[in-house]
C-alpha cells in the first residue's frame, strides 16, 4: 500500500457527515468502554468503523455480537496504527474522517463539537485536534495538538499539565494527535493517507506536516473532550516502540525539513540524548521509566538499528520527498514560522513523560 493514495477509492455510496475509525489489535478489554461512548454521541450522522488487525482474543466477534450497528473490516495481519487507519479510511463514507485510538472514552459532546467547528470555521482548516485528557487523571491533559522538535520528534502539547482553563478558549494548532482527530475528507484527497510504512507512532506528525506544506490549517477545539488511557493499547516503554519512534523521526525530518536543518539536526539530537541519559541516570522522565523496566545497554542496539532501516529506507524517502513538494503551498519561510511557533524544548522532550 502507498501512503501517497488518496482517498478516492472509498465507497461513493450514500455519503455521510462523519466516519469514525478505531483501529484496534487484541485490545477486546478496551472495546465496550470506548465503542460504548461513541455508540452514545449526540452527534448525528455518524458511521463507527471498527478495523481489526488480525486479533487473535477474540475481538471481531465480540464486535459482531454487541455492537451490530458498528461496521467492522478484519484484516487477515497486523497492519499498525497507519495501515489500520488507512483500510478504515478507504471504506468511509464521511465529509469529515475522525480517527480514535482503542484506548480512550468520548465525551458525548466530542463529535459533535469537532464537526460544528468543522462547518462553521473557514475551509482553509482541514484538521482540529481535540482536547485529550489522561484518563487516570481526568484534571490533567495528555494534550492538545502535537509540537515538534527540530530533529523530527513529535510531542503532545501540554501533556501532564494539570487543566486549570489555561487551554480553555479555541486556537489554532500545529497538527493534532493520531489518538483523537478530525480531518477533512477533501484534504485526504489531496495529500494521500497516513504513511503505511510508519506502521504506528510519528504517523500523524508525518501527515499533519503534509498536510500543513500543502497549505492546510488545524484548529484545537476545547470542548471535543476524550479521555485517553496512555499506551494501554501498546508498551510504554517497549525497545519496539523505541525503534519505531527513532526511525519514525529521522523519516518524517528527511521527507519534510529544509536541507539545511536536516544537516544541522544532529546538533539538537545529540542535546536531546545527553538529556535523555540525565533522565535515565536519574530516573526522570520517558528514558526514566525505560530504564527501569529495560536495559540501557539495549539503547545502541536500539538505535544502530533505527539508523540501518533509514539507511535501506534513503530511496523511498528521496521519492516521498520529491512527491511531497508537488502539493507545496507555503513558503520555506512559513514553514520556518510554524517549526518557531510550535517547537518544542530537548529538556521537556527528554525529561517528561
Avoid at 62 to 87: I, K
Avoid at 200 to 217: E, M, P
Avoid at 234 to 261: D, G, H, M, T
Avoid at 298 to 313: D, E, M, Q, T
Wanted: proline content about 4%; some cysteine; hydrophobic content about 40%.
Amino acid at each position: 500500500m502507498n501512503s501517497m493514495n488518496s482517498k478516492n477509492s472509498m465507497n461513493p455510496i450514500t455519503p455521510i457527515l462523519v466516519s469514525v475509525i478505531v483501529v484496534n489489535w487484541n485490545g477486546k478489554h478496551l472495546l465496550a468502554e470506548c465503542l460504548g461512548s461513541l455508540v452514545e454521541q449526540e452527534q448525528p450522522d455518524v458511521e463507527i468503523i471498527l478495523v481489526d488487525n488480525g486479533s487473535t482474543d477474540g475481538s471481531a466477534a465480540y464486535v459482531r455480537e454487541t455492537y451490530p450497528a458498528v461496521r467492522l473490516l478484519e484484516l487477515p495481519e497486523n497492519l499498525g496504527f497507519a495501515g489500520g487507519n488507512n483500510a478504515g479510511i478507504r471504506i468511509a463514507r464521511g465529509k469529515y474522517i475522525a480517527l480514535l485510538n482503542n484506548d480512550t472514552r468520548t465525551d458525548r459532546a466530542w463529535l459533535s463539537r469537532l464537526v460544528s467547528e468543522a462547518e462553521s470555521g473557514p475551509s482553509s482548516v482541514g484538521m482540529w485536534a481535540s482536547k485529550i485528557l489522561s484518563y487516570d487523571h481526568p484534571d490533567t491533559f495528555d494534550n492538545i495538538g502535537l509540537l515538534l522538535y527540530p530533529d523530527g520528534l513529535g510531542r503532545g502539547k501540554g501533556r501532564l499539565e494539570k487543566d486549570q482553563g489555561q487551554y480553555d478558549a479555541a486556537q489554532e494548532a500545529f497538527f493534532p494527535s493520531g489518538c483523537a482527530a478530525l480531518y477533512r475528507a477533501s484534504l485526504l484527497d489531496e495529500i494521500g493517507l497516513l504513511d503505511d510504512e510508519f506502521f504506528a507512532y510519528a504517523d500523524d506528525v508525518d501527515i499533519g506536516l503534509r498536510a500543513r506544506w500543502a497549505g492546510w490549517k488545524c484548529r484545537y477545539v476545547p470542548g471535543a473532550i476524550v479521555y485517553h488511557k496512555y499506551s494501554a493499547s501498546s508498551s510504554a516503554y517497549s525497545p519496539f516502540k523505541a525503534y519505531l519512534v527513532e526511525r519514525n523521526r529521522i523519516w518524517v525530518l528527511l521527507k519534510y525539513f529544509p536541507l539545511e536543518l536536516i544537516l544541522i539536526s544532529p546538533l539538537f539530537t545529540l542535546q536531546r540524548m545527553i538529556l535523555h541519559l540525565f533522565g535515565a541516570m536519574s530516573g526522570k522522565g520517558a528514558s526514566g521509566r525505560f530504564s527501569e523496566q529495560q536495559s540501557l545497554l539495549s539503547v545502541p542496539r536500539i538505535l544502530l538499528r533505527a539508523w540501518g532501516a533509514v539507511l535501506l529506507s534513503l530511496p523511498r524517502m528521496v521519492r516521498q520527498r520529491m512527491a511531497g513538494r508537488l502539493i507545496r503551498r507555503i513558503s520555506r519561510r512559513e514553514f520556518y514560522r510554524l517549526l518557531c511557533t510550535y517547537r518544542i524544548s530537548a529538556r521537556e522532550v527528554a525529561l517528561k513523560e
